[in-house]
DNA sequence: TGGGTCATGTAACACGTTACATGATTTC
DNA sequence: GAAATCATGTAACGTGTTACATGACCCA
């Protein structure tokens, strides 16, 4: 249902291929609502059914064929009525680490494995302040809060930033915890 | 795949019946891996016919029948074995009020939104104290690390209550970006 | 007398994952 | 010469969600 809005809000951006949507999924999107290219096609036909996309065929010659997807009136009427409704799920996280720690008995196991994540969470707040960047595009925050018209990329991108600076905080505590019983042990 | 090893470890804590592990996934567990009583009944099943864990059958008078889950060594094993793998899958979250966000072009209704969300954090932070509080059992967080033997249980708690205050931190930023933009609208 | 708790489960469906297939083109 | 990119898709499977059913008990 929800993966439903998040194409049509991905398409907000303009025209797009499944393949670029993917692309968006496996990026941005990916913070708050990952999905697999083949959902996205799945997805995409199911819209295309609804009339809430339109399929325009596009004929290449040294690539594969595509077909480019925009909203229809109806999609973006549809999203807009969805954006304003409170959310009925809570925010889920899935967390393969926090399943590893919380059975952990050997602490130099934890310790690697929570090193690992800073690396991991580092990368990917370096790939947010080349995103972040690119938005901006030379204009500060607030000249940048000033001019577009839609802010909700930037907000959904900050989320993704706290998430991963909080990511490393956490961590740090982790380790420090660690630390301090192996003193004692 | 990941479920299985949530439930053996979720019954690290002892033996436990498929409605107790249910509120498990409802309550602690669900900050890093949810699941419904559906799925748990499933996955017992499934573990119990690969030998990880063992069911007890327990007659009751006044209260429907009931089977009890005890890991097997087996299971302790394969868990332990789990446990010190670096993960697969990276963190996913899922986040409704994001796709939202994202979208949104009324910035009354964002507003709102975000209130609410702000309001349901808090909730979630005095549940988390409340946790806290069961678990530390009148001592200090000094104390309690030295004595008790596994640390996990609260290193993932420690996480579900940074994950909730940096929420409240972005919502914050949130109505702070959407309040600069109203002044200039 | 209506709702919540205890306790399990079935059935149907929706969503997500993995592996594979195609095949030219570009990049190292 | 191998790998990545572009671009789509099928098939099979595994996971997660929703609705429903049972039935006694407890509490206000």
Redesign the interface.
């Known amino acids: 249902m929800?993966l439903k809005?998040?194409v049509?809000?991905s398409l907000?951006e303009g025209e797009a291929s499944g393949y670029e949507l993917s692309k968006v999924f496996d990026v941005s999107?990916a913070?708050?609502?990952?999905a697999t290219p083949q959902q996205l096609y799945r997805e995409l036909e199911r819209l295309a059914q609804d009339g809430l996309v339109e399929a325009r065929f596009v004929q290449q010659e040294r690539r594969p064929n595509k077909r480019m997807f925009t909203l229809t009136p109806a999609g973006r009427e549809d999203?807009?009525a969805?954006?304003?409704?409170?959310?009925?799920?809570?925010?889920?996280?899935?967390?393969?680490?926090?399943?590893?720690?919380?059975?952990?008995?050997?602490p130099e196991?934890a310790h690697a494995?929570v090193e690992?994540r800073m690396t991991?969470a580092r990368g990917k707040l370096d790939r947010y302040e080349r995103v972040r960047d690119r938005l901006l595009d030379g204009r500060t925050e607030?000249e940048y809060?000033?001019e577009s018209d839609?802010?909700?990329?930037?907000?959904?991108l900050?989320?993704g930033i706290?998430?991963e600076?909080?990511?490393l905080?956490?961590c740090e505590?982790?380790l420090g915890?660690?630390k301090?019983?192996a003193a004692?042990g």
């Open positions: 929800s809005y998040a049509l809000a907000l999107f913070n708050f609502w990952p999203l807009r969805f954006a304003v409704e409170p959310p009925r799920r809570p925010t889920a996280v899935r967390d393969e680490l926090l399943i590893k720690l919380q059975a952990m008995e050997d196991a494995l690992e991991w607030d809060l000033r839609r802010v909700g990329p930037y907000l959904t900050l989320r706290s998430f600076e909080e990511n905080r956490w505590r982790v915890v660690l301090h019983r004692w």
